[in-house]
């Protein structure tokens, strides 16, 4: 069965540290998509990175940078040197390629709180 | 380019009574999601369209839901007979769908935050 976890309920962290969101996910799809995408208070889901499951290349966009590796069905984000505005509530999700509909299947979401 | 919008923002209730929502997705997207998230969670699958035709309905859709997408642009999200567990953010997203290819990213709406009392 499909499944996202992120085992991180809540991070607090002091603005310029660096932080990492854990997501590990469950498929037996060969094809799937990985997600990220960022809930601020005012609650409207931002999208932050789409991945392949053929695609194990790294990627950095600005202070933000995504690890994904297949070998610990694992694909985790790290903000580099944290602002306050970075704080938010951060979903990791996975949609199937066998899935026709290509729901996003989410994991329960980390809170991330940047102190200044 | 306008993003995904969705009205109202806010839905205060009674328990008994019906409620509407209603989600405008993005121009062209063919494909409309609709979610349910409550709090602490992420967001839940509820039910999907693509043009006008809904394609894929979640257990998690009881029949006091109905969905629907008459001419293949917006979409309205009834909830009959409203009950205290329905207090929630329902969550529209849309994306295009790519021919012969897999679909492109969801992008959500602001949402509607329901209260039933």
């Known amino acids: 069965a499909q499944k996202v976890t992120q085992a991180q309920t809540e991070i607090s962290v002091v603005e310029k540290e660096d932080v990492t969101l854990d997501c590990v996910y469950e498929?037996?799809?060969?094809?799937?998509?990985l997600f990220w995408y960022k809930q601020p208070p005012s609650g409207e889901l931002v999208f932050l990175i789409r991945?392949?499951?053929?695609?194990?290349q790294n990627e950095i966009s600005g202070r933000y940078s995504w690890n994904f590796q297949k070998s610990t069905s694992s694909f985790n984000f790290t903000i580099t040197a944290s602002q306050v505005v970075d704080s938010a509530v951060y979903f990791c999700?996975?949609?199937?390629?066998?899935?026709?509909?290509?729901?996003?299947?989410f994991g329960s979401g980390t809170r991330l709180l940047v102190r200044p | 380019d306008t993003g995904v919008s969705q009205d109202p923002r806010h839905k205060i209730t009674k328990r008994g009574q019906n409620v509407t929502f209603r989600c405008d997705p993005i121009?062209?997207?063919?494909?409309l999601y609709w979610y349910r998230q409550t709090l602490g969670q992420g967001p839940e699958f509820l039910t999907y369209?693509?043009?006008?035709?809904?394609?894929?309905k979640s257990r998690l859709l009881s029949d006091r839901f109905s969905a629907e997408r008459p001419k293949g642009s917006f979409s309205t999200l009834e909830i009959q007979r409203t009950e205290q567990g329905d207090s929630a953010m329902y969550l529209c997203?849309?994306?295009?769908?790519?021919?012969?290819?897999?679909?492109?990213?969801?992008?959500f709406g602001p949402g509607t935050r329901l209260t039933v009392l």
């Open positions: 369209f693509q043009n006008e035709a809904q394609l894929e």
């Open positions: 991945r392949n499951s053929f695609d194990e």
């Open positions: 498929t037996r799809d060969t094809t799937y998509y």
């Open positions: 999700a996975l949609s199937e390629g066998r899935d026709s509909s290509y729901k996003l299947i």
């Open positions: 997203a849309s994306s295009p769908r790519l021919a012969g290819g897999p679909t492109d990213t969801q992008y």
């Open positions: 121009s062209e997207h063919n494909r």
